[in-house]
C-alpha cells in the first residue's frame, strides 16, 4: 500500500508517465487506486510527433501494469517521510512474514 | 434490357423472402459479380412465381397495354431507334452529351447494378421490417390491386407483382434471355441482339433497345425536372391518359409490358373496354406504379391509391398522370411527334420514362426522385422515413440515396452499398442487443451496486485489525503527508470510513441527479446502512486467512488486493542468527562493506525505536487530572513505563555510550552512525525521545570524537582545494540536522558542562585541524559564545568563579591550541565569501578572550582582515558592506571597527 499511499499525495500534481511502449504521458494525476491505475487529465503526450494519435486525447485511464516510470515533481516527495513509510511497511512486511 | 434483368434479379432474389427470412447482406457480396459477368439463365432464376399467377387476372392487362393498334407491330417498331429515332438523332446527341457530362459511364453500368441495389436495401430495412420494401418493389412493378388481397400486407403486393412479372418470362424465355445479356453487351451489342430476336419474337427486342434509350433520355429529365416538376403531372395526363396505356407497357415493362400483350393479344379487345373496373385497375396500376417507382414517393403512395380505387386508374390521380406520360413517349409511333414532344412536354414524360429505366437501372434512387417530392411532398417523403427505419417500403432507401446515386460512380455506390450494409448490420446489432432491454430495474441495479460496494468495503476496509494504528501503517504516508502538508483530510484516523462515505455520497448524489429523489433516498439509505454493516462485520471479523468449510476437504484461503494469497510462505527462525553476523565479523576480520552494513543497519535499528517511540507518543492517554479514574491512571502509567522502556531502547539502540576502544580501526559506532547522512538526519528526532543527561551525553560524545567525524575528518580545507561536492554536502547536512540539537543542549549547559566539554576538546582532538573546519569552528564558537553568557557577574558566588576560573583555564589552553592555525582558519581564498562561520568564531574567541589574546589573535588574522577590507574597495557597495559587516563581527568584538582600517 505504500505506493498508492504515495501517489494519493500526488494527486492534483503534473507528472509524467512513462509507459512500458516508451510512451510519455504528462498530465495532471486525476487519481490512483490500488493497482495503481492512473488517470491522467489535460494530457500531452512528450513526443507529439510520434504518437499523433494521443494529440487529440485530453484524459487517460492508464492500466497500472503497463506504467514503466512515473516522473514525480521532486518539491512533492517528503522523502524523509517517505523513507519512515517505507521502514514502516518493511516492518510491517517483516511482522507478517515471522507471522505467517 | 435493364427492366428485364431488374425483373429477373429481384424476383429471384426477392423471391425466398417471402417465405423464409433471407440474407439481408447475402446480395452485397455478390453483386460485383453480377455487374460484370454473371449471365443469368432464366431457367435457373426463375422461382416458379409465374405459376402461381392468377390467370384471370390478366384478363384485363390488355386495358392497359392491348390496344389494337398498339401490339405488337407498333411496339416493334419501337425498339428500333436507329431507325424510328433518327429523326430526333440530334436530340437524342444532345442529351447523351449532357448526360456525358454528367456521369455517362454510369449509365449503363447502374442499371445492372440496381438490381442488387435492390436486394441490399431489402436487406437494410429486411432487419427492421422486411416487407416494406418489397411493397416497394411491388410499386415498382405495379401491383395490381387483386392480388393485394390476396396476401396480406406489402409482401402480397410485391408477390403479386412478381407473379405478373412471371407470367410473361415463362411464356416467353426469349425474354428471359436478354437480362443476362444486358449486363455484358454493349448497348450496340444488344440493340443487335434484340434486333435479331424481334425477328423471331417481337416483343423481347423492344425492351432491349428501349433500355438503351433511356439513359439518353435521362439528361433530359434532370433538366426538366428542376424546372416543371410540379406542372408535369397536370399538363400531359389529359392529353396522352388514353394513348399511352398501350404504350406504357413495352417502354417500362418492357419484360412485362410484352408478354402480357402476347399472351393476351388476343384480349386486346377487351382492354378497350376499360368500364370493368376491378380488372383494369389493376393492369392500369401496375403501369403507373413502374412508371411512378422511379419516382419513389408517387409510387409508393400510388399503389395503395391504386389498390383502393382501382376504378379511377388514370383519370384522378397523380400517378396517372405520370402513367400518361410515360405512354406518351411510346406514342412516338410517329417520330417527329416524339421529338416534337421532347423538346416541349415530351421532356417530361421521358422523364417518367427516363425514371423506370434508372430504377430499373440503378434501383431506386433517381433524378425523378425530385419531382415526386415536388408533387407530392409529404407524401413521399412520409413513406421514405418509415421505409428507412421499419423497411416498409423500397422508396427509403431512394429518398435516402437522392439522385446522387445515379451519378456515383461504381466505385462511389459500392461503397455506398457496403456502408448501407454496415448500418445495416449496425442496426441490426442494436436490434439483437436491444432484446435485453429494460431486463433489469433500478431497484435491480441498485442492488447489484449495493452488493459491489460492500465488496469494495470490505475489500479495501480492514481485513487486518482495524484500529488507527494500523490504518496509519496501511496508509502512512498519505496520511502524515497530508496532515503535514494541510491536505483536506481532516481526519487520518478513519480513512475507511470516509472512503465509504464519500463514496457513498457521490454515488448518492449522482443518483439523485437523475432519478426522483424519494425512491434513491430509501435506497440510498438502504445501501449506506448495508455498507456500514459490512464494515462492522468486516471488522468483526477474525483475522483468520482461511476457511475451512465442514465437509470439505481443504481450506478456503482468502486474498484481496491487500494481502494477497501468499504462495511462498517461508518461516523465519526469529532474528537468531541476525544480530550474530554484524557482531561477530568485523570481530574477525574488518571488512569494510561489512562494517558499512552494520552501521547501516545499526541506523535502521535506531529509526524503528525512533519510530516506535513516536507512535507511542501519538497513543499518550488523556492527559491526568485530580478526577480522573485509577483506570486513566493506570494508563498513564503502562504508557509510561513503555516511554521509558523505549527511551532506553533508543539509548542503546543509539550507542552513544559503547565503549570506545582508542585505536580501533572501526569508528565509533554513534561516530558511525552520524557519518551517514541517514544517521544525521535522525538525531533530531532522537533528541526530542531523550532526556537532558542523555542529551549532554551525546554532545560530550560527539565533541569527544570531533576528530573523527567526517564532517571533520573530511572537511579539512586547503585554500586550493575546496572539500568535494558530497563532503560539503555532508556538512551542510549536519549543519542543519545535528548542529541545531547540539546548539539546544549547550544552550542549556551549564558553565561547568561547558567548561568539561571544552576541556575534551583540547585534551582529546586536534584543536588546529578542528578549527579550519566549518563544523569544528561552528562547535567552538558555539560553546565559546555559551560560556561568555555564562559569565558570572562579580556579585556571584565563589563556586561560579571558581567555575569561571576553570573554563578560563580551558579556554587559554584552547586559544594557545588554536592559535598557529589562525591564518588558516579561512576556507578558500578572499574571493570565497563563504566564511562567516570564521568570523563569527573569531569574534567569540575575541569576545572571551583577554586584551593579550586579542592581540595576537588579531595578529593571525591580520591579513585577512585586511585582504577582505581590500577587495571590499573593488566589489559593489552591498556586497562590499556584507563583507565588512563580517569583519566587523570580529573587529567589534575586540573594540575595533572596519572603518578604522578603511579610512
Known amino acids: ?100 | 434490357m435493364s427492366f428485364f434483368g431488374f425483373n429477373d434479379r429481384g424476383h429471384r432474389q426477392d423471391a425466398p423472402g417471402f417465405s423464409q427470412p433471407r440474407d439481408a447482406f447475402a446480395g452485397i457480396p455478390s453483386r460485383g459479380l453480377a455487374d460484370e459477368a454473371e449471365v443469368l439463365d432464366f431457367e435457373e432464376t426463375y422461382d416458379g412465381l409465374g405459376d402461381q399467377l392468377e390467370e384471370s387476372g390478366d384478363a384485363f392487362n390488355d386495358d392497359t397495354f392491348g390496344e389494337e393498334r398498339l401490339t405488337q407491330q407498333s411496339i416493334g417498331k419501337d425498339f428500333d431507334f436507329s431507325g424510328q429515332t433518327g429523326g430526333v438523332s440530334r436530340a437524342i446527341e444532345e442529351e447523351r452529351m449532357r448526360f456525358a457530362a454528367q456521369k455517362a459511364p454510369a449509365r449503363l453500368a447502374p442499371k445492372p447494378a440496381s438490381p442488387p441495389r435492390k436486394a441490399t436495401k431489402p436487406a437494410k430495412t429486411g432487419y427492421e421490417g422486411f416487407i416494406p420494401q418489397l411493397q416497394a418493389d411491388a410499386n415498382l412493378w405495379g401491383i395490381g390491386p387483386k392480388r393485394a388481397p390476396e396476401r396480406a400486407g406489402p409482401s402480397g403486393y410485391q408477390a403479386a407483382a412478381f407473379s405478373s412479372h412471371a407470367t410473361p418470362s415463362p411464356a416467353q424465355p426469349s425474354a428471359a434471355a436478354p437480362p443476362p445479356a444486358r449486363k455484358i453487351l454493349s448497348v450496340e451489342e444488344v440493340e443487335a441482339f434484340m434486333r435479331a430476336e424481334s425477328q423471331q419474337s417481337a416483343p423481347p427486342p423492344v425492351p432491349v433497345h428501349q433500355t438503351p434509350s433511356y439513359p439518353q433520355h435521362m439528361p433530359e429529365q434532370h433538366h426538366f425536372m428542376p424546372h416543371q416538376p410540379p406542372q408535369q403531372p397536370p399538363q400531359q395526363p389529359p392529353q396522352q391518359t388514353p394513348q399511352q396505356p398501350p404504350q406504357q407497357p413495352p417502354q417500362q415493362h418492357p419484360g412485362f409490358a410484352f408478354p402480357s400483350l402476347q399472351q393476351h393479344g388476343h384480349r386486346q379487345p377487351q382492354i378497350h373496354a376499360q368500364p370493368t373496373p376491378p380488372p383494369q385497375p389493376t393492369v392500369f396500376s401496375h403501369p403507373p406504379q413502374i412508371l411512378q417507382r422511379p419516382h419513389p414517393p408517387p409510387g409508393s403512395q400510388q399503389p395503395p391509391a391504386a389498390a383502393r380505387q382501382p376504378e379511377l386508374p388514370s383519370q384522378g390521380f397523380p400517378p396517372q398522370p405520370q402513367h400518361p406520360q410515360i405512354l406518351q413517349r411510346p406514342r412516338p409511333s410517329s417520330q417527329v411527334e416524339q421529338s416534337a414532344q421532347r423538346h416541349t412536354p415530351a421532356p417530361q414524360p421521358r422523364q417518367i420514362l427516363q425514371n423506370p429505366n434508372r430504377l430499373s437501372g440503378h434501383g431506386q434512387s433517381g433524378p425523378p426522385v425530385p419531382q415526386p417530392y415536388q408533387r407530392m411532398p409529404e407524401g413521399p417523403r412520409i413513406p421514405t422515413g418509415p421505409a428507412h427505419q421499419r423497411g416498409p417500403s423500397y422508396q427509403g432507401p431512394i429518398i435516402t440515396n437522392p439522385q446522387q446515386i445515379l451519378q456515383l460512380s461504381d466505385e462511389d455506390r459500392l461503397a455506398f452499398m457496403e456502408e448501407d450494409s454496415k448500418r445495416a448490420k449496425r442496426n441490426h446489432k442494436i436490434y439483437l442487443l436491444s432484446k435485453d432491454n429494460g431486463l433489469m430495474t433500478p431497484q435491480d441495479k441498485n442492488f447489484i451496486t449495493r452488493i459491489q460496494l460492500q465488496q469494495l468495503v470490505t475489500a479495501t476496509g480492514t481485513v487486518e485489525s482495524n484500529d488507527m494504528e494500523s490504518v496509519l501503517n496501511e496508509d502512512f504516508y498519505y496520511q502524515v503527508y497530508s496532515q503535514i502538508r494541510g491536505a483536506p483530510r481532516h481526519d487520518p484516523h478513519q480513512p475507511a470510513n470516509q472512503f465509504a462515505q464519500t463514496y457513498l455520497f457521490q454515488t448518492g448524489g449522482r443518483f439523485a441527479g437523475r432519478r426522483n429523489a424519494r425512491g434513491v433516498d430509501n435506497h440510498m439509505q438502504r445501501m449506506e446502512q448495508q455498507v456500514q454493516r459490512a464494515v462492522e462485520a468486516a471488522r468483526a471479523k477474525p483475522k483468520n486467512k482461511q476457511l475451512v468449510i465442514e465437509g470439505s476437504l481443504g481450506k478456503i484461503s482468502f486474498s484481496n488486493a491487500k494481502t494477497p494469497k501468499p504462495l511462498l510462505n517461508i518461516r523465519r527462525n526469529d532474528s537468531n542468527s541476525h544480530p550474530h553476523h554484524p557482531v561477530r565479523r568485523p570481530s574477525r576480520v574488518h571488512d569494510a562493506a561489512a562494517e558499512r552494513r552494520v552501521v547501516l543497519r545499526n541506523i535502521e535499528t535506531l529509526y524503528n525505536s525512533v519510530m516506535e517511540m513516536e507512535d507511542h507518543e501519538r497513543q499518550m492517554p488523556p492527559p491526568l487530572t485530580d478526577t480522573s479514574d485509577s483506570a486513566t491512571v493506570q494508563q498513564h502509567l503502562e504508557w509510561r513505563e513503555k516511554m521509558q522502556i523505549l527511551n532506553q531502547r533508543i539509548w542503546a539502540d543509539l550507542k552513544v555510550l559503547e565503549p570506545f576502544i582508542q585505536n580501533s580501526p572501526t569508528l565509533h559506532p554513534f561516530v558511525a552512525i552520524l557519518s551517514h547522512p541517514k544517521g544525521k538526519k535522525v538525531m533530531p528526532r532522537v533528541f526530542r525521545h531523550i532526556d537532558e543527561q542523555q542529551r549532554v551525553t551525546t554532545l560530550t560524545m560527539i565533541v569527544a570524537h570531533l576528530d573523527s567525524l567526517d564532517v571533520i575528518a573530511y572537511a579539512l580545507h586547503d585554500a586550493s582545494a575546496p572539500a568535494p561536492l558530497a563532503v560539503r554536502e555532508e556538512i551542510e547536512l549536519f549543519a542543519q540536522a545535528v548542529m541545531p540539537c547540539l546548539f539546544r543542549s549547550v544552550n542549556e549547559a551549564p558553565l561547568n558542562i561547558i567548561a568539561g566539554v571544552l576541556g575534551l576538546v583540547t585534551e582529546r582532538t586536534t584543536v588546529s585541524a578542528i578549527v579550519c573546519t566549518k563544523i569544528g569552528v561552528s562547535i567552538l564558537t558555539m560553546l565559546v559564545s555559551r560560556a561568555e553568557l555564562l559569565k558570572p557577574t562579580p556579585s556571584a558566588d565563589s563556586a561560579a568563579h571558581a567555575e569561571w576560573e576553570q573554563w578560563t583555564e580551558t579556554f587559554n589552553r584552547l586559544f594557545d591550541a588554536a592559535e598557529p592555525a589562525l591564518p588558516f582558519v579561512f576556507p578558500g581564498t578572499v574571493l570565497n565569501a563563504d566564511d562567516v562561520h570564521v568570523w563569527q568564531f573569531l569574534a567569540a574567541m575575541g569576545a572571551a578572550s583577554n586584551p593579550e589574546q586579542q592581540q595576537r589573535l588579531v595578529m593571525g588574522v591580520k591579513n585577512r582582515v585586511m585582504e577582505t577590507v581590500r577587495m571590499g574597495r573593488t566589489l559593489p557597495a552591498d556586497m562590499a558592506a556584507v563583507r565588512l559587516g563580517h569583519v566587523n563581527l570580529f573587529m567589534h568584538a575586540i573594540g575595533l571597527d572596519v572603518d578604522l582600517l578603511v579610512g
Open chain 1, 1 to 100: 500500500m505504500l505506493f498508492f499511499s504515495f501517489f494519493k499525495t500526488l494527486v492534483g500534481q503534473e507528472v509524467t508517465v512513462e509507459l512500458k511502449n516508451d510512451i510519455s504521458i504528462r498530465g495532471t494525476l486525476k487519481s490512483v487506486d490500488q493497482f495503481l491505475n492512473i488517470k491522467l487529465e489535460n494530457i500531452s503526450v512528450v513526443e507529439e510527433i510520434k504518437y499523433p494519435h494521443l494529440s487529440a486525447v485530453k484524459s487517460v485511464f492508464i492500466r497500472g501494469s503497463t506504467v514503466r516510470f512515473v516522473h514525480l515533481p521532486a518539491t512533492q516527495v517528503d522523502t524523509a517521510l517517505l523513507q519512515d513509510a517505507t521502514r514502516r511497511e518493511a516492518a510491517q512486511a517483516g511482522g507478517k512474514a515471522k507471522l505467517g
